[in-house]
């Protein structure tokens, strides 16, 4: 398979956040070292996406670059990479934020998403830049720097890594819950424009619990805005959820992939799901999973009304589709994650 450019070498990826975006570029770095075993990978990531990365076999070096900082980020980065020589940048962030990373690093060859999808000058700081297309699902975007080095893209793989002390913990966790089949909830995404009503989680919690005998547990990260929705979910749910919010990311990705099923809006943790394998119902009305749903997995268990009475989507942002989702909609994809992905519940010990 011939490339436009060749790779080389030594390789950096500048793929900053948000989390999704930081799995859709573990493909990526895994197709880069099955071409080549020799070749050596660097990461450039914010703080939170370096979690994911550390370990992951095929990255050799992960560098963090947390733009909030200013000048001292800025300096730092500059010292870890002035070390560092590299035959191609790859930039995967069409925003402002990619540049100074994508600036500094020291390579003959820079490759990013062309003027028709980067933003904010993002393509002026590369001399290659990938042709136009029409819009696409992120990781296909992030798939085309494979096609435009000659690299076979296939079979696409993650691999994210779980230790042994995670292995452990992963364990206890689901010891306590005595064999029974676990539905995780995030009630919360990045936006509340992507949220469905708590009240509707509440009600579907209710009948995980009563009707089908799972036992729930509320996901998602310490902010106060996904604390307080989770705790309404938790309290106008006839259900006893369990409360595993948090800041701790690797421990996310543990109880995400020992769960049976993960029901989720667009966010970062329905990727997660889709690299481990776990089965998830995605809720979509402000987004279109063709774009931003689990990857060529699931299409069946999602729900979209992203296209749904244009009417709802106003001139101004404000959208109200998601409200177009109902708690039975959400009941029928469990019934069919049930029958199609999810092990019988007499075999795992539910009710």
């Known amino acids: 398979m011939s490339g436009v ?61 947390d733009r909030r900082r200013g000048l001292t980020a800025v300096t730092g980065l500059w010292r870890a990479l002035r070390r560092l020589e590299f035959d191609t940048v790859i930039n995967f962030n069409v925003y402002f934020k990619a ?9 003959p060859d820079k490759l990013a998403f062309g003027r028709d999808r980067a933003r904010d000058l993002v393509w002026l700081f590369a001399n290659h830049r990938l042709p136009a297309r029409q819009t696409r699902h992120t990781q296909d975007r992030f798939l085309e720097f494979l096609a435009y080095l000659g690299i076979e893209t296939e079979p696409i793989e993650w691999r994210i890594q779980l230790t042994e002390e995670e292995r452990e913990a992963q364990s206890e966790f689901f010891r306590a819950l005595a064999g029974r089949p ?47 929705r ?37 966010t970062g943790p329905v990727h997660i799901a889709r690299a481990l394998g776990t089965p998830v119902i995605g809720l979509y009305g402000h987004t279109d999973p063709h774009e931003v749903g689990p990857y060529r997995a699931y299409e069946d268990l999602w ?15 404000w959208d109200q589709r998601m409200e177009l989702i109902a708690v ?17 519940r007499a075999e795992s010990g539910g009710a």
Do not use: Q
């Not at 540049?99 to 390579?107: D, L």
């Not at 259900?239 to 992939?257: E, K, M, Q, T």
């Open 328 to 344: 039975s909609d959400v009941l029928d994809r469990v019934e069919r994650a049930l029958e199609r992905y999810v092990r019988p």
């Open 99 to 107: 540049i100074v990373p994508t600036a500094i690093a020291r390579a």
């Open 230 to 266: 989770a705790r309404a979910v938790a309290e106008s749910s006839e259900a006893a959820p369990r409360w595993a919010l948090g800041n701790d990311l690797r421990r996310l990705v543990y109880l995400i992939d020992g769960l049976d099923l993960l029901i989720a809006p667009d």
């Open 5 to 65: 450019l060749e790779a080389g070498k030594r390789i950096c990826m500048v793929l900053l956040s948000g989390i999704g975006d930081v799995v859709h570029g573990l493909p990526i770095v895994n197709a880069l070292e099955r071409d080549d075993p020799e070749r050596r990978i660097t990461w450039i990531v914010e703080s939170l996406g370096a979690l994911l990365l550390r370990p992951h076999p095929a990255i050799d070096e992960v560098i963090t670059f």
């Open 182 to 228: 676990t539905v995780g909830l995030v009630p919360t995404s990045g936006r509340p424009l992507k949220d469905w009503p708590v009240e509707r989680f509440a009600e579907t919690a209710t009948a995980l619990e009563r009707d089908f005998g799972f036992e729930v547990v509320l996901l998602g990260g310490p902010g106060a805005r996904e604390t307080e």
């Open 303 to 317: 729900i979209d009304r992203s296209r749904d009475e244009p009417e709802r989507h106003a001139p101004g942002g």
